[in-house]
């Protein structure tokens, strides 16, 4: 069995940089893909980017590409999501997911979630 956890997020302006990190207990962390979703209130929970079992393949949605950076250590049993320019749209709850899939541009199958973390982003 696999627990993510999520931390960092937080009330933030417009512009501003945040990095989410989410610790996975269990076993085996570094056979996972991991990736990240976020869901606002009304809208159902959308893809955000996923990152590689070696961390050297990186995904992102159109939506964050380019703001966005995903990361792992796998010693740590991490893994990150760096957001800068951050835009009112961007407030949600972010959550961290594993899968047994491979990395992609999204993750169909999702096998392991965090609780969440919320982040606002405020003008």
């Known amino acids: 069995q696999v627990q993510p956890v999520e931390s960092g997020g937080g009330s933030v302006q417009t512009g501003d940089s945040r990095t989410l990190s989410c610790v996975a207990t269990?076993?085996?962390?570094?056979?996972?893909?991991w990736g990240w979703f976020r869901q606002s209130p009304g809208k159902e929970r959308e893809f955000v980017a996923s990152?590689?079992?070696?961390?050297?393949?990186?995904y992102y949605a159109d939506a964050v590409k380019g703001r966005f950076t995903v990361s792992r250590d796998n010693a740590k049993n991490s893994v990150y999501l760096q957001m800068s320019s951050l835009k009112p749209e961007d407030t949600a709850v972010y959550y961290c997911?594993?899968?047994?899939?491979?990395?992609?541009?999204?993750?169909?199958?999702?096998?392991?979630w965090g609780q969440g973390t919320q982040v606002t982003v405020s003008s």
């Open positions: 997911a594993g899968t047994r899939g491979v990395a992609g541009p999204r993750l169909p199958v999702v096998d392991y």
């Open positions: 269990g076993r085996r962390f570094e056979t996972y893909t």
């Open positions: 990152v590689s079992l070696s961390g050297s393949n990186t």
